[in-house]
DNA sequence: GGTAGACCTGGACGC
DNA sequence: GCGTCCAGGTCTACC
């Protein structure tokens, strides 16, 4: 009989507004549903596929979830832990206050929890595949990666791949079936390092073989102990991101605010678009980039939340709350390269 | 340290 | 339908 649970959350939890807060809910194998308010997630446990439908009543509610298979107490607790992961509810309401102090704009709506993916491992290939194109080929990429490697279930929906899948792939088929480009070689270091990480630092079986050569970045190394202790200065974190292959500075303070550190700000065009038309700043692109930069220093250890959630409330005064947004349509359009047009 | 050009894909555009 | 151009962040070579 498939299994059925319940999560609780923070008091101020909403799942439309808490989920629907960053681009990857609209990334493969997520999926909102808008009509019925329904979050759609197929996840690795019981090492198999299983889709996971989650709701809530009401702000504050519970979480209900539910399987189409039946799952062991491991596995339940493994998805809680996942799903807890991904909607952040280890934020609670006192910790959101912290940043509703400095930047009071979001108190009133409550905004302060960005989504992000149930493991590391995905937030980081999710970002490498948000790299250096538009957003409608990441969100390709995404479902390709998803239909191409990732376990199914029985509903027939896709989990996301893990390290182990992705490490072992071979280069052609990222680049030929999945469309991930010269990326290819990358993902596969970069699934490598995050293996060996989660194994306590033995190597990954060689069996790809990569189209492009592969990045020449000195010694990167995935430690994950390090990159979750709280204790580790985001310098040090961010130096240990920018050396993996196919991680740059923008992917890197990327990571970074997918791990709850959200001092720094990965500047793209995206910054330089928001900076000209709504911050009302001119110069050239990297003079742009200085100045959101100084423009969101003020808010200290929350300046990537300030930074977003504007962005964020600017894509929604064009196209309505984000939780009505379909996939399909007004979704591939959310960035405001689209939206300014 | 700064900069130019290559890396790929998909969409827009002109013919 | 085809060819060309462009957007997008990272990486390497070069100055």
Request: aromatic content about 10%.
């Amino acid at each position: 009989m498939p299994s059925s649970f319940t999560i609780p959350v923070p008091s101020d939890f909403d799942l439309k507004r808490d989920l629907c807060s960053y681009g990857y809910f609209l990334l493969a194998p997520n999926h909102w549903d808008v009509r019925r308010q329904v979050f759609t997630r197929t996840l690795l446990l019981d090492d198999r596929a299983v889709t996971l439908r989650v709701s809530q009543k009401s702000t504050g509610s519970p979480l209900k979830v539910a399987a189409d298979a039946t799952l062991s107490r491991m596995g339940r607790d493994e998805a809680t832990r996942q799903i807890s992961r991904m909607l952040r509810l280890d934020e609670d309401a006192a910790h959101l206050a912290a940043f509703h102090a400095v930047d009071p704009r979001w108190g009133e709506s409550g905004r302060g929890r960005i989504m992000r993916s149930p493991t590391l491992f995905e937030d980081i290939i999710k970002t490498v595949t948000s790299c250096n194109v538009t957003w409608p080929s990441t969100i390709v990429m995404n479902r390709r990666l998803c239909e191409v490697l990732g376990k199914q279930s029985s509903s027939g929906l896709f989990a996301f791949p893990d390290a182990k899948k992705l490490a072992s792939a071979r280069a052609q088929t990222l680049r030929a079936r999945c469309r991930v480009g010269y990326r290819d070689a990358r993902i596969i270091e970069l699934a490598k390092l995050y293996l060996k990480a989660e194994r306590g630092g033995r190597p990954a079986r060689q069996t790809a073989k990569p189209t492009t050569k592969p990045s020449t970045k000195a010694a990167p190394l995935i430690d994950l102990a390090v990159l979750n202790d709280l204790a580790t200065s985001d310098d040090m974190i961010f130096k240990s991101l920018v050396a993996l292959p196919g991680i740059g500075p923008y992917a890197a303070a990327n990571i970074m605010q997918l791990l709850g550190r959200y001092a720094r700000l990965p500047l793209d065009t995206e910054s330089v678009r928001h900076g000209r038309t709504l911050l009302g700043f001119k110069g050239s692109s990297a003079q742009v980039m200085r100045k959101v930069q100084a423009h969101f220093k003020p808010f200290g250890d929350h300046a990537f939340r300030s930074y977003w959630f504007e962005m964020w409330a600017f894509y929604e005064s064009k196209h309505g709350p984000a939780w009505t947004w379909e996939r399909d349509s007004t979704g591939k359009m959310f960035t405001a390269a689209q939206l300014s047009q």
